[in-house]
């Protein structure tokens, strides 16, 4: 089945660590996919991952995929209060039309406290 | 660049009333397009996955008859909500895929309210 599964709320202050997780259920995925919500915006492509890879990192930005556990983190150092947003982990899927489709976990709110 | 908009951004219409949504890829040509639903504390809800030139492929349970997609052309796809009914209030959101790209782009979605 298709399902990707976040915890909805993360809370942390300002200059420390943030580490949002996801966990995924389709093995045949080939990219995992990370957005940012800012409030009353659209959706912001943050990064993605193939998934050969184990770890990706882009700035203050760290990826890690543990495809044996279909586990994906995405890790946010030195969080500022403009980090402040929903998070949304998605893979990829080829639907019925041969398409590429994203299937979505339902995101994370990440609240950072000055 | 990758910039895609949508218009309009808020609107609100009656029951039975058809509303359009358009949505426009204005820097890139976009060969394929993707209308979403979100609802309130929820996950993007895929509705359907459009080819410039060809039909929609709809997702389970979602009727095409009364969500109407049109791709006419790479840069512009609109959704038609027909008879609309309160219970498609919600935030649509669309999205963008260029040629030979995996990222896809979105829109700032269009919060339709249905009275």
């Known amino acids: 089945g298709e399902d990707v599964e976040q915890s909805l709320f993360l809370s942390v202050r300002e200059g420390d660590s943030s580490v949002i997780n996801c966990t995924y259920t389709d093995s045949s995925s080939t990219y995992l996919y990370w957005y940012k919500q800012e409030p009353g915006a659209g959706l912001q492509l943050l990064t993605y991952i193939f998934s050969n890879m184990d770890m990706k990192q882009d700035q203050r930005l760290t990826v890690l995929l543990n495809k044996k556990d279909k586990h994906l983190s995405l890790r946010i150092a030195d969080t500022q209060t403009g980090d402040s947003a929903i998070y949304f982990c998605?893979?990829?899927?080829?639907?019925?039309?041969?398409?590429?489709?994203?299937?979505w976990g339902l995101g994370t709110s990440l609240a950072v406290n000055p | 660049g990758a910039v895609v908009s949508q218009h309009p951004s808020r609107v609100i219409c009656k029951s039975g009333t058809s509303v359009k949504i358009e949505c426009r890829s204005l820097?890139?040509?976009?060969?394929?397009m993707f209308w979403y639903r979100q609802f309130p504390k929820k996950s993007l809800m895929l509705m359907a996955t459009s080819n410039e030139g060809s039909k929609a492929t709809y997702e389970q349970g979602v009727e095409k008859d009364k969500f109407l997609i049109n791709h006419a052309s790479l840069t512009l796809s609109t959704l038609t909500v027909t008879s609309a009914h309160p219970e498609d209030s919600s935030f649509y959101i669309c999205?963008?895929?260029?040629?030979?790209?995996?990222?896809?782009?979105f829109g700032p979605g269009t919060r339709l309210t249905v009275t």
């Open positions: 999205s963008a895929r260029g040629v030979g790209t995996r990222e896809q782009y």
């Open positions: 998605a893979e990829s899927m080829t639907n019925a039309g041969n398409n590429r489709k994203l299937i």
């Open positions: 820097d890139f040509q976009a060969t394929t």
